[in-house]
């Protein structure tokens, strides 16, 4: 899929698409005239394309795959990378699902391919726990400005699913806007507005309809050009029909919904888009499973009414938890704070801290293989020297 760009701005491409000081500092640093600098519009199981001095299906070089850490260190969706072009050499570019260490065969219909040989330092990173058993780590989007937290006024309604989203949004750096989509399927949606902003307290929310419009233009501030905004939210919220919305178009197809109201799982890769007014936004599958890959310091943004409260406690090590002097638990006392509020702070903190130590015992493990392979690799050296 190519990038998609409706109003092709009067811009240079780099900039168009989000390149800016951050960047251009780390250019310069490497000082490799052989590169061409493109960010990752679309990624879909292992073959990725990029646009901007460079535009085409990109594979990693063997260097960065032999140097890379993890999973997390390949390029995903917003990501920047330097490309070694190969404009001599037209194919035809990688399909979604093929593997991307296979040579596909020349065609007419083809385009560039490049091997990508850095990424550059992201400025902001949305991640999770990948799903499963392992203890890795997922990375959905890079370099993201505004973080839209879609869900529904209806049954997808959760407050601390939603909670978990935040917290994942501010550890990343951007800044988050809970969007309450499809409020023209209830009769209270103004009721269930107030309670949602009641209960966050710090967080722009904004109520829309993307099928009907309603209240799409609220969220203009957010789109400005050469802005990136990631839709994150679980399956069938209408994060697709947003886009389309947002777009003017069908860039995602749609179906429609359950008799619950709910819609149906639609988008399956990760793709970033040019909105009309030069906005980029990044398009997200819905999740399953959803565990914030972070620390506990993450939670206090999620929570700010209660750290606001914290900072009156007794001790400063307070645990908000029955210790004497706690000024979150005499909020609760006096009606001020919502207890439900501290529960889920309580319940994501010890998830968070699980997290944590699991994290730990997983990079311990992984260097202590890395120590054997090399311990391996050193006696099979002295070996063959002996042998010569």
Known sequence: MCFH??????????????????FEIQRQRLDRTDLLFARIVDKQRGACRAAGEFTGW?????RFRHEAAGAADFPAVGDWVGVRARPDELVRGLTPGSDPRVRPPISH?????????VRLDRRSTIARRAAGRSVDQQVIAANVDTIFVVTTVARDLNPRRLER????AWETGAMPVVV??????????????DAVRARLPFVDVIATSALGGDGVEALGPYLAPAQTVALLGSSGVGKSTLLNRLSGGEIQRVRGLDRDGKGRHTTTSRQLIELPGGALLIDTPGMRELQPWTDTSA??????????????CRFGDCAHDGEPGCAVAAAV????????????YHRLVRELAFEERKHDKAAAAGQKRRLKQMMKAA????RDRERS
């Open 109 to 117: 219909d083809a385009c560039e391919r490049g091997i990508a040989d």
């Open 5 to 22: 760009s409706p109003s092709a701005p009067d811009r240079p491409d780099l900039e168009r698409l989000g390149w800016g000081p951050f």
């Open 58 to 62: 990109v594979e990693v070089s063997g």
């Open 379 to 382: 006696k099979a050296l002295y």
């Open 333 to 344: 006392a006096a009606g001020a704070l919502d207890p439900d509020r501290v529960v889920s």
């Open 180 to 193: 309450l989509n499809k409020v023209d399927l209830t009769d209270d949606a103004a009721a269930v507005v």
């Open 165 to 168: 989203y935040l917290t994942m």
């Open 299 to 312: 939670v206090n943004g999620t929570f700010d009414d209660v750290m606001s409260l914290a900072v009156n």
